[in-house]
């Protein structure tokens, strides 16, 4: 069972006109590649150009924010969900 | 035929236009819509004003209605606005007992705790939010909520006959949570903290429409906040003072309060030089006290741990730019104990008669630190920003204070406790 990537409207339309995608990979910047590779259009909005987490998003994973589990590096497993949120909101 | 009771009501009143946005990082244009983020590069939007339009002057300002609105050429409409008219021009109170207590030249108070309707510097926000959004035809609005901002949108909603669907962490002091809910909202309490809401409501603004006012209605929301700036001036007969402490949540308070000074000095209503600006939080939470003590321009988050759950967001949207904003200034931020919310707030109750909530007890012990560090001169005027309302977060003084005697009604027995004080 793979990873569901759920991706805010503002970048669905960079992936086909969805929100809700299945992706694999073993950590999240696995995953990330992975839809990235589909949706080459979705690239410089969830990784800058070092290869870091773009700054205007926050990934999720498992409604952890995944900066507290190591960014890119966290580990992710079949079944998991990933929420993409912009992350300019609040306060 | 003579009108049910029950007739439907009469179409609310279409809202001024809101002006169109432009994103703060690309400059990419955006037409005025329910929507906060760029949809290039996701960076903020925010209003785009025209730069030739007609501003007043000293005396046409003085001459309007003692509200927000009488600075109405700064905020990000055409056309009067609708709902919220009252809100704004709160007291600004000078303060030379706290003065001396801090070590300052002067002191003054700008007491958003007796902010119209709901007690706190969010009824500022919420003002332009809900215009912006009637404006847009929208009809159902909400927000990601520590408290206060839930209590601003519930009744100012209530008032508009506007829907509304509010989310807040699911453990907050008892003032916020019936200070929300009598207003008849649709209050959801999340368990989570904050930045587990704030998630939510992004993901809950993009499903449903509604304008959430801190997430899609976030650029008209926070221009709300520089009238705070616009009345101080104005109070202090149009000059601006050397220093503005205030405490930094999601960190866009401190943003706009730099933002409208320069405003004002462009438009001639005062003079230079700028204040410096200082951010206060509590040590359980104080990403933007990290970000400024580091230099650094990208804010690492932290879970809360505080009394102060009113600023209590781990993850602030603004944070990066609230450091920009006070390290441009000259200023610098300061975290305080958990301790020191409690002494903070009593030193302002004790000194001004002014009851604040845990988020002023961080601004007013952050204030003494930074005078004790020399960050803050001995010959500085300096206001301090209170945002909040002390009886809302009762909670946070149980235990701190002494318990009242219980006498019989009897004088001899006041006549002791009268002979044991003296």
């Known amino acids: 069972m793979p990873v569901t990537v759920n991706l805010p409207a503002v970048l669905s339309r960079l992936a086909g006109g969805k929100t809700a995608h299945e992706a694999s990979g073993a950590t999240l910047g696995e995953v990330v590649a992975d839809l990235v590779a589909r949706f080459p259009d979705l690239a410089p909005r969830l990784r800058d150009a070092a290869g870091n987490p773009y700054p205007f998003v926050t990934f999720y994973v498992n409604d952890e924010d995944a900066r507290f589990a190591g960014g890119f590096g966290a580990a992710v497993r079949d079944g998991d969900e990933v929420i993409v949120v912009p992350a300019i909101a609040g306060g | ?422």
């Open chain 2, 1 to 422: 035929m003579p009108a049910s009771p029950h007739a439907a009501p009469p179409p609310a009143p279409a809202g001024p236009r809101p002006i169109d946005q432009v994103c703060r990082l690309c400059a990419a244009p955006s037409p005025a819509s329910a929507a906060a983020i760029c949809e290039h590069c996701l960076g903020p939007l925010e209003p785009a004003y025209d730069p030739a339009r007609r501003l007043p002057g000293r005396a046409e300002i003085a001459s309007r209605p003692r509200s927000l609105w009488r600075y109405r050429e700064w905020l990000p409409f055409a056309g009067e606005p609708v709902v919220s008219t009252d809100s704004g021009f709160t007291p600004l109170v000078e303060a030379p007992r706290l003065a001396r207590a801090l070590g300052v030249a002067r002191a003054w108070v700008k007491n958003d705790a007796v902010s119209h309707p709901t007690l706190s510097f969010k009824d500022r926000v919420v003002s332009t939010a809900l215009n912006a959004a009637i404006g847009l035809g929208l009809t159902t609005v909400g927000c990601a909520s520590t408290g206060n901002l839930a209590n601003a949108v519930a009744a100012q909603a209530a008032r508009a006959g506007l829907q509304s669907w509010i989310f807040i962490p699911h453990d907050l002091e008892l003032g916020k949570v019936v200070g929300s809910s009598v207003y008849g909202p649709n209050l959801v309490r999340v368990q989570g903290t904050y930045d587990d809401v704030n998630r939510l409501c992004a993901q809950v603004a993009d499903r449903f429409g509604w304008g959430i006012v801190n997430v899609n209605l976030r650029g008209y929301y926070g221009e709300g906040s520089k009238t705070m700036a616009f009345e101080i001036a104005e109070q202090l007969g149009w000059r601006l003072p050397d220093a503005v402490i205030a405490p930094m949540a999601g960190g866009s308070l401190v943003t706009k309060l730099h933002k409208a000074s320069k405003e004002l000095v462009a438009a001639g209503l005062a003079e230079g030089p700028l204040p410096r600006f200082y951010g206060a939080q509590a040590a359980g939470c104080s990403p933007i006290v990290d970000l400024v003590e580091s230099g650094g321009d990208t804010v690492t988050p932290v879970v809360p741990r505080t009394i102060a759950k009113s600023i209590a967001i781990g993850n602030p949207a603004d944070g990066r730019f609230a450091a920009k904003a006070i390290r441009e200034s000259g200023g610098w931020a300061q975290a305080v104990t958990e301790a020191e919310v409690v002494e903070g707030i009593r030193l302002l109750a004790e000194t001004t008669g002014i009851f604040t909530e845990t988020a002023g007890g961080v601004t007013v012990s952050a204030a003494r630190r930074l005078a004790q560090a020399g960050r803050l001169k001995p010959s500085d005027e300096l206001v301090l920003c209170i945002t909040g309302n002390g009886l809302k977060t009762l909670e946070a003084l149980t235990g701190a204070l002494p318990e009242a005697p219980v006498v019989a009604p009897r004088l001899k027995e006041v006549a002791a406790l009268v002979e044991r004080a003296a």
